[in-house]
């Protein structure tokens, strides 16, 4: 299941529209939410709606990383942060409660990763693309940083230059939640790739089968 949610150049009345694979076992079954989408588009008030909605956990690396190393990447560490955030994330699903991953994860990779850490969990996944006009987009992550400062970080044009030059958008086939790819070459499963993406993320098929 996948949400994508937008707004005009304006910032006012946001649109869902919902691509549902399977909406009535996400109600009844733990669900593993996954934002996506560059700073600025509202990932993080959306995410943080949706927790308090549902009374569930939301896992944010720029809830860390700011206070702990005022730097978005710190040498790595938000990569090592990451990985442990998905493994709480898997530990939270199968205990039986849904949780929100506020990622942005901008490769399909990484997404697909993310979708078979769920479904190997038991668990549902619905993917939160959210999009934005372009100049608003970097107006809102302005004033974000100025708002918010111990949770995020100054950009300049450089750096949303770089981040749209980064970012791959879900494509249809994410969007309207067709069967998962084969993992990129080298690799025997998405499990594996995403402990080599996510080097402090343990090898969850082995820990499932020890």
């Known amino acids: 299941m996948a949400v994508r949610i937008s ?17 009535a ?8 939410h996954l934002t996506v989408g560059l700073p600025g588009v509202g990932k993080t008030t959306w ?28 040498g790595g560490r938000r990569d090592v942060l990451e990985g442990r955030m998905i493994w709480v994330a898997d ?11 506020d990622f942005g994860c901008w490769s399909a990779h990484e997404r697909y990763a993310i979708r078979t850490i769920a479904d190997h969990a038991g668990a549902g996944f619905v993917l939160h ?6 100049r608003e987009r970097r107006i809102r992550a302005t004033h974000r940083c100025q708002a918010e400062a111990r949770t ?39 499990l594996r790739w995403a402990s080599h993406r996510w080097p402090t ?3 969850l098929d082995e820990a499932a089968s020890a």
């Open 129 to 134: 693309h959210l999009e934005l006009d372009e």
């Open 152 to 190: 995020t970080f100054p950009m300049s044009d450089a750096d949303h230059d770089r981040f749209l030059r980064s970012f791959e958008p879900p494509s249809d086939a994410e969007l309207v939640h067709e069967p998962v790819p084969d993992p990129p070459a080298g690799f025997g499963s998405w």
């Open 91 to 101: 530990r939270v699903l199968r205990s039986g409660s849904s949780v929100v991953l």
């Open 25 to 32: 076992s996400v109600r009844t079954r733990p669900t593993l």
């Open 47 to 74: 995410a943080r709606q949706l927790a308090a909605d549902c009374c569930i956990l939301r896992l944010s690396p720029d809830d860390w990383m700011a206070p702990l190393f005022r730097d978005s990447e710190a």
């Open 7 to 23: 707004a005009g150049s304006a910032g006012m009345g946001l649109r869902r529209r919902v691509h549902d694979g399977d909406h």
């Open 201 to 203: 993320l343990p090898r």
